[in-house]
């Protein structure tokens, strides 16, 4: 099942032709998509986290902060000297030519784009950095809203697992990075001891990393295991095995079930999107 967006549709496509095969994947039959799929995109159905996290600027305020800072105008600098101008280039420039680097980078891995060539490694930790802020406070550890919502997609793989069924063996989903991120926080996974802020540059050491863990092509996968007296349950993401906030990697689903709760039976969704 895909999302009603070109991009997600080509995922699919792709991946059964991987699957299956390329002559047959014609014959493949996908659901048709829904706007706004309350599974797939549940975030475009939640008013308050639109509001209060989505267009409030001070969801941007820890990025901005770190923009202004000197570790920034340093960046600035740095890239107008690597091509001989006199501040001709201002932030907006220089984050245009990185997004550029990025994607032709991942268009053709081969060929080095030439708009990397004036990019340092200190320059692009600093760009990542604010990359790094800006989706942990919308789409990570933030605000509560942004995460706990996710609770209708994990509520969506429990009632999956609770079938214990023979069929179907898998159910694969496509969506976009903003379900991702918030899927990934709901799990407890990525979580720094601290709450992010721009002051946590220097030491570079922070888990929420979105360069790493919300590539292109990312992928988590809930694996259930039928042992002999019991189903175990695995997250992996990036096809890493996961450890989860239990300390456990395999871990018993009933154990799994009351670890997230509120996932199942306690997924308020309509009531925490709601605006008062």
Same mark, same amino acid.
């Given at each position: 099942?895909?999302?009603?967006?070109? !991009?997600?549709?080509?995922?699919?496509?792709?991946?059964?032709?991987?699957?299956?095969?390329?002559?047959?994947?014609?014959?493949?039959?996908?659901?048709?998509?829904?706007?706004?799929?309350?599974?797939?995109?549940?975030?475009?159905?939640?008013?308050?986290?639109?509001?209060?996290?989505?267009?409030?600027?001070?969801?941007?305020?820890?990025?901005?902060?770190?923009? $202004?800072?000197?570790?920034?105008?340093?960046?600035?600098?740095?890239?107008? !000297?690597?091509?001989?101008?006199?501040?001709?280039?201002?932030?907006?420039?220089?984050?245009?030519?990185?997004?550029?680097?990025?994607?032709?980078?991942?268009?053709?891995?081969?060929?080095?784009?030439?708009?990397?060539?004036?990019?340092?490694?200190?320059?692009?930790?600093?760009?990542?950095?604010?990359?790094?802020?800006?989706?942990?406070?919308?789409?990570?550890?933030?605000?509560?809203?942004?995460?706990?919502?996710?609770?209708?997609?994990?509520?969506?793989?429990?009632?999956?697992?609770?079938?214990?069924?023979?069929?179907?063996?898998?159910?694969?989903?496509?969506?976009?990075?903003?379900?991702?991120?918030?899927?990934?926080?709901?799990?407890?996974?990525?979580?720094? $001891?601290?709450?992010?802020?721009?002051?946590?540059?220097?030491?570079?050491?922070?888990?929420?990393?979105?360069?790493?863990?919300?590539?292109?092509?990312?992928?988590?996968?809930?694996?259930?295991?039928?042992?002999?007296?019991?189903?175990?349950?695995?997250?992996?993401?990036?096809?890493?095995?996961?450890?989860?906030?239990?300390? $456990?990697?395999?871990?018993?689903?009933?154990?799994?079930?009351?670890?997230?709760?509120?996932?199942?039976? $306690?997924?308020?969704?309509?009531?925490?999107?709601?605006?008062?």
């Amino acid at each position: 099942m895909y999302t009603a967006t070109h !991009r997600t549709k080509a995922s699919a496509t792709f991946f059964a032709a991987g699957l299956f095969g390329r002559h047959v994947v014609k014959d493949v039959w996908f659901p048709k998509p829904i706007k706004n799929d309350p599974i797939l995109r549940f975030y475009k159905l939640c008013p308050r986290w639109q509001r209060e996290v989505k267009n409030n600027p001070a969801t941007l305020s820890e990025r901005k902060k770190f923009e $202004e800072s000197e570790h920034m105008l340093n960046i600035i600098r740095s890239v107008n !000297r690597m091509l001989n101008l006199e501040d001709e280039l201002d932030l907006d420039d220089i984050y245009l030519m990185y997004l550029t680097c990025a994607f032709e980078t991942a268009w053709n891995k081969k060929n080095k784009s030439p708009w990397c060539s004036v990019f340092s490694t200190e320059t692009v930790g600093g760009l990542e950095f604010a990359e790094d802020l800006k989706y942990y406070y919308r789409d990570g550890y933030g605000y509560e809203v942004s995460y706990k919502q996710a609770c209708r997609m994990l509520g969506d793989v429990m009632s999956h697992f609770e079938n214990k069924s023979e069929y179907p063996k898998a159910t694969v989903y496509f969506t976009h990075s903003g379900t991702l991120l918030k899927l990934l926080a709901h799990l407890g996974l990525y979580k720094d $001891e601290e709450r992010l802020k721009h002051t946590h540059y220097s030491n570079n050491s922070h888990q929420w990393r979105v360069s790493k863990i919300d590539a292109f092509g990312s992928n988590l996968a809930f694996v259930l295991y039928k042992c002999p007296s019991k189903y175990k349950l695995a997250v992996f993401h990036q096809e890493t095995l996961m450890r989860l906030p239990n300390g $456990e990697e395999f871990t018993d689903f009933n154990k799994f079930k009351k670890l997230y709760k509120s996932s199942s039976n $306690e997924c308020a969704f309509e009531e925490m999107c709601s605006i008062a």
